[in-house]
């Protein structure tokens, strides 16, 4: 694998032989995978480790927790022995939530997802967000740091704003990643991957734009993910 990958593939499926093909075909150029919400309701735990016995790769576990803090430190407790790198909660859950997260699996990069990228302004202010959707990433940023987050997850737009009042410790994840040209699917605040390094990420999700080209071959992916690991170095 690619140690040094900024590239975090989302595996984005129900099928655990896709998943299992995704990353044969792109583990020399990728080294972190997001397992979310649909590939972990229908295969739970056996599954990622089925999954993690097939390559030598480091789990983005996206499960977006948001509870009370005693439920969301229970579900931590509950995965962390499953190892994963990073795991998500909403950073909306407060900070008594992320604290209790953080706390629960020392070891875990708990990684606080600040507005979703497919939230436009208009919608954060239909959910009832006093400011549009930088300001409130930039203020939910400063509170998960604050109670213990290890990681944010920002749009790129976000990402340069957040790096400053986060500071050079905490790993920023940003999705709405596409190639030039690529199709936005259903983000809507979306950079190139070379534009989301230069504004202060990390690490890249991306999915669809490498994932269907398995639908061409699995070399196909395999080049897609190798040029966009190129382009960034």
């Given at each position: 694998m690619s140690a040094n990958s900024p590239i975090i593939l989302a595996l984005d499926t129900k099928d655990l032989d896709t998943a299992k093909s995704w990353i044969s075909?792109?583990?020399?150029?990728?080294s972190v995978y997001k397992v979310g919400l649909e590939f972990f309701l229908k295969f739970g735990a056996v599954g990622l480790r089925e999954l993690k016995s097939s390559g030598d790769f480091q789990v983005f576990l996206d499960l977006k927790l948001h509870d009370i803090p005693n439920t969301v430190a229970g579900a931590v407790a509950s995965v962390k022995d499953l190892g994963p790198k990073f795991l998500t909660v909403h950073a909306s859950g407060g900070s008594?939530?992320?604290?209790?997260?953080?706390?629960?699996?020392?070891?875990v990069s708990i990684t606080a997802v600040t507005i979703l990228t497919s939230l436009s302004d208009e919608n954060v202010s239909e959910i009832g967000f006093a400011k549009g959707a930088k300001e409130s990433a930039i203020k939910l940023a400063i509170l998960a740091k604050n109670s213990g987050a290890r990681s944010i997850v920002c749009s790129p737009f976000e990402a340069n704003e957040v790096r400053n009042v986060v500071g050079p410790e905490i790993e920023i994840i940003t999705p709405g990643v596409r190639?030039?040209?690529?199709?936005?699917?259903?983000?809507?605040?979306?950079?190139s991957p070379v534009e989301a390094i230069a504004a202060g990420a990390n690490y890249?999700?991306?999915?669809?734009?490498?994932?269907?080209?398995?639908?061409?071959?699995?070399?196909?992916?395999?080049?897609?993910?190798?040029?966009?690991?190129?382009?960034?170095?």
């Open positions: 075909a792109t583990n020399a150029s990728i008594e939530m992320i604290r209790s997260a953080s706390d629960a699996a020392p070891e190639p030039s040209g690529g199709d936005f699917g259903d983000q809507k605040r979306v950079m890249l999700v991306i999915g669809r734009p490498i994932t269907d080209l398995a639908k061409i071959s699995p070399s196909e992916m395999s080049d897609g993910a190798a040029r966009i690991l190129d382009s960034l170095k």
